[in-house]
């Protein structure tokens, strides 16, 4: 059986069949770096790393690439309320967000593309789409012309704006052609960054960063793009239309991969509407790799209403799970049992099957289920949770493995750093994550020193 993944696009489950196989080409729209990730930020980029997992287990190598957002109306907002550079507010974000994101083991990402190391490539893309006719010149910068791609709404099926899109962003000006008409090209305004380019001096529009990025690192087409539900309009729309034009091929991305929203209350969790918890708040409370499994256990597709109870659940049985794990003898128990290889069938034709992640949770805990029946776990056990956790990466002894120790030496050598700089907040931080994956500090006269440790 092959990969089906539900494609936004189709409006349907489709086989995965990549345009350049083995390759996989995977772009998921990243954060914009003016505060703290939320954890319908860590809902959104856990599942994605579980799907980057399971089709790399299964063989294809994929190359994944997630943008950064570091210059925009929210950074330069942000950054005045500060008093700090825009490329400080952003550095420090992004920087705390690569650590949240190390925290909840997502770590399959390959490249992290800041839209200010692209702005020859937006700069390229702008005058390609004016050259085309696809763009026009107001007072306060360029705009993408709609009317000029008459496909625009193929990927929403619609052309209007909702009341769950990602409105924030939407580029008000009374002289525009038409207001679904965005942004391209700013004119900068007084105390704004700025770039000088042949289109004049100003700054990149939202949309035009990430068809940069990605024909600059992945062509003008390629396999998978995904993000949060929220962004299918306008955002991957005006993705859609960008490139498209510029390229003359279509489309954009073969198949377009959306996660559902993570609510409170029954109402979307963001920023924007103030009703949301940083990853790092809750970590302070929350075992990260139970706010993963948390994640997980849900269809990536689902909308999960947010409920503390939940994550006491999770706990629950994620520890089902580490029981029966830490219960295994070390090393090859050799040849699988039929049990076992079933159980390791099922669960991966569930994660074939557009990543069905509680599907294959339940062959698992059946499995496991049956073996607290038997006198000792059938041979093949310790290899069924080696594939799930392949994929999962929850169970204890993977939370901090032996390849990430040199990520594990400078975080604590940053850590002694920020401590001398009298940064104690900032030091603690570190601590604090790196407790979260079991790795505990030791404070000696000889230096700092660490170690992991199962927990209890």
Request: some cysteine; charged content about 30%.
């Amino acid at each position: 059986m092959g990969i089906a993944v539900y494609n936004t696009l189709a409006r349907a489950k489709q086989p995965l069949e990549p345009l350049e196989p083995p390759k996989v080409r995977l772009f998921v729209c990243g954060p914009t770096v003016y505060d703290l990730s939320h954890l319908g930020h860590a809902k959104t980029y856990t599942q994605f790393d579980l799907i980057a997992r399971h089709l790399r287990l299964r063989g294809l190598d994929v190359q994944y690439v997630q943008n950064v957002t570091d210059i925009d109306d929210k950074i330069i907002a942000r950054s005045a309320e500060r008093g700090v550079p825009t490329d400080a507010l952003a550095r420090e974000f992004e920087q705390k967000y690569l650590d949240d994101m190390q925290a909840l083991g997502n770590t399959s990402v390959d490249e992290h593309a800041r839209a200010t190391d692209f702005i020859d490539q937006i700069v390229s893309q702008v005058q390609r789409l004016i050259d085309g006719g696809n763009a026009y010149e107001l007072p306060d910068g360029w705009y993408f012309d709609v009317s000029s791609f008459p496909e625009y709404g193929k990927l929403a099926h619609r052309t209007e704006l909702a009341a769950d899109d990602a409105q924030s962003r939407i580029d008000h000006n009374p002289l525009k052609r038409d207001q679904r008409d965005f942004a391209l090209w700013k004119r900068p305004k007084d105390g704004e960054p700025t770039w000088d380019t042949p289109l004049g001096p100003g700054r990149p529009g939202w949309h035009i960063e990430d068809t940069a990025i990605t024909e600059a690192l992945l062509g003008a087409q390629y396999d998978i793009h995904g993000g949060a539900v929220d962004l299918i309009f306008p955002h991957h729309e005006a993705e859609i239309a960008q490139m498209e034009s510029i390229s003359g091929r279509a489309p954009l991305a073969k198949y377009w991969i959306h996660t559902g929203f993570l609510t409170l209350s029954k109402e979307k969790m963001s920023k924007s509407l103030g009703n949301f918890f940083t990853i790092r708040e809750l970590l302070e409370h929350v075992d990260a790799r139970v706010l993963r499994f948390f994640f997980l256990s849900h269809h990536y597709r689902s909308r999960v209403d947010y409920d503390p109870d939940m994550l006491e659940e999770a706990a629950a049985a994620l520890k089902r799970i580490e029981n029966f794990w830490l219960r295994l003898p070390d090393g090859d128990d050799g040849p699988p049992a039929p049990e076992a290889e079933r159980a390791r069938e099922a669960m991966l034709a569930a994660l074939d099957d557009d990543f069905d992640t509680p599907a294959a949770l339940a062959a698992l805990y059946e499995f496991i289920r049956k073996q607290h029946r038997a006198e000792r776990p059938a041979p093949g056990s310790r290899a069924l949770l080696e594939t799930f956790d392949a994929v999962f990466a929850v169970l204890p002894r993977a939370a901090a493995s032996e390849g990430d120790d040199d990520w594990i030496t400078a975080e604590v050598e940053r850590r002694q750093q920020l401590r001398g700089e009298r940064k104690f907040a900032e030091a603690d931080e570190i601590r604090d994550r790196l407790r979260a994956m079991n790795v505990v500090l030791e404070d000696t006269p000889e230096g700092v020193h660490w170690h992991r440790e199962l927990p209890a």
